[in-house]
């Protein structure tokens, strides 16, 4: 006859023969060497590092990209400076005989397509000589500027301003006839005349001859001819002007 506590440890050997048998048998099991985990993690930690090098460049890249576009404009711009300089004119900023040699071959190229009159003006500021002689070069440069000022403020965007040496000045007027480019000559003289330097009890007035090109005629003989009729206005008496 058993005793109780005989019992109670069958009842137990029992139980654990019962868990035992439900464990899966050894080699059943997926075999898990520690060099598969290895593996797997150099690899996830590879294509990470794979990943970020790929980013880096990319953004190095753009970077560089980025900065190639800021260099290229910054020459853009500096190269638009020096040409601005090149076809200007320093004191007063009216084109010089270079900038004006250029925009007269494509406004004259203009005429000859469109078959439109092309007026040309010289502009001699009157008694500059002896402005510069009684109040110095200073108040010379300052009339000049003032000539231009004034003379812009009056312009359309078509017409081109060019100093063309000292106190003289050349005005091309696209599309507009002798007679037109006469009365407008004769409307800046006004308001120059109605406006002093400024800061100083000055008035300025000019002389100017006017012509209008003829065809096959070349821009040096257009200014001769402007030249003489503005030396009839000089000789008429000054600030007038006299078509040629």
């Known amino acids: 006859m058993f005793k109780h506590d005989h019992l109670a440890i069958m009842h137990s050997s029992r139980r654990v023969s019962r ?9 059943a099991m997926p075999s898990a060497q ?5 593996q797997a993690a150099v690899g996830r930690a590879q294509h990470t590092h ?3 090098f790929a980013t880096h460049q990319r953004e190095a890249a753009a970077l560089a990209l980025l900065a190639a576009e800021l260099r290229i404009g910054d020459l853009e711009r500096a190269l638009s400076e ?11 900023g009216a084109l010089n005989r270079h900038g004006f040699a250029e925009a007269y071959q494509r406004e004259a190229a203009r005429a000859h397509r469109k078959h439109s009159p092309l007026a040309l003006a010289l502009i001699d500021l009157d008694d500059f000589k002896r402005l510069n002689d009684a109040l110095g070069h ?20 078509s017409d081109i301003l060019c100093r063309f040496g000292g106190e003289e000045f050349v005005l ?5 006839a002798l007679s ?5 000559i004769s409307r800046f003289q006004r308001q120059l005349a109605a406006q002093a330097i400024p800061g100083k009890d000055i008035v300025l007035t000019f002389s100017a001859g006017v012509v209008v090109q003829e065809n096959g005629e070349s821009l040096e003989h257009s200014i001769l001819r402007a030249d003489a009729a503005t030396y009839a206005a000089k000789r008429a008496g000054k600030n007038c002007v006299v078509t040629g």
Do not use: M, Y
């Not at 020096?82 to 007063?92: C, F, I, P, S, Y």
């Not at 200073?138 to 965007?157: F, S, Y």
């Open 82 to 92: 020096a040409r601005a300089a090149a076809h200007t004119d320093a004191l007063t």
């Open 50 to 52: 794979i990943h970020r």
């Open 19 to 27: 868990r035992l048998h439900r464990r899966p048998a050894l080699h």
């Open 138 to 157: 200073q108040v010379g440069d300052e009339a000049l500027v003032h000539l231009v000022k004034v003379l812009r403020t009056a312009l359309r965007p």
């Open 172 to 176: 091309l007027l696209p599309e507009t």
């Open 34 to 38: 520690p060099s598969d985990f290895l």
């Open 180 to 184: 037109q480019a006469a009365t407008a």
